[in-house]
């Protein structure tokens, strides 16, 4: 996934901003709270999200992922993905949905339901 999918795949969630900061990363937030970085990468292209301790615990592990620099170790369970060569594209997908699901939680009903956030926690 190229920088430009990945804002493309970000702004079709509901409430979200974009900025560009941190040194040129491309960052997504739901009122105002990261759900997901594009960059901060070394020389090629990766991208940052936010996990459950289940999916962070498995990321750590996997090849392609590595705890999020910065976040991880701050005890906060946020994944890089840094093999972006397109084969983990659903995946990458796939975590980013649950990474905006999981900072939209986060939030209260009462501001849930003022942006039209429409997300419920998993059983």
């Not at 974009?18 to 990468?41: L, M, P, T």
């Not at 991208?47 to 592990?61: A, I, P, V």
């Not at 972006?84 to 995946?91: Q, V």
């Not at 699901?101 to 429409?118: H, N, P, Q, T």
Request: proline content about 3%; hydrophobic content about 35%; glycine content about 8%.
């Amino acid at each position: 996934m190229d920088y430009d999918s990945f804002n493309a795949f970000c702004e079709r969630f509901t409430a979200t901003s974009h900025v560009v900061q941190w040194g040129n990363a491309q960052v997504w937030k739901v009122a105002g709270k990261v759900f997901a970085i594009g960059g901060w990468g070394d020389d090629k292209p990766a991208y940052t999200f936010k996990t459950s301790d289940l999916n962070f615990e498995f990321l750590s592990h996997k090849d392609g992922y590595k705890p999020a620099p910065y976040f991880a170790t701050r005890g906060m369970k946020w994944i890089q993905q840094t093999d972006t060569d397109g084969e983990l594209d659903e995946e990458l997908e796939y975590y980013i949905t649950e990474s905006y699901r999981l900072v939209a939680l986060g939030l209260s009903k009462k501001k849930r339901k003022e942006l039209g956030i429409d997300v419920e926690p998993r059983e």
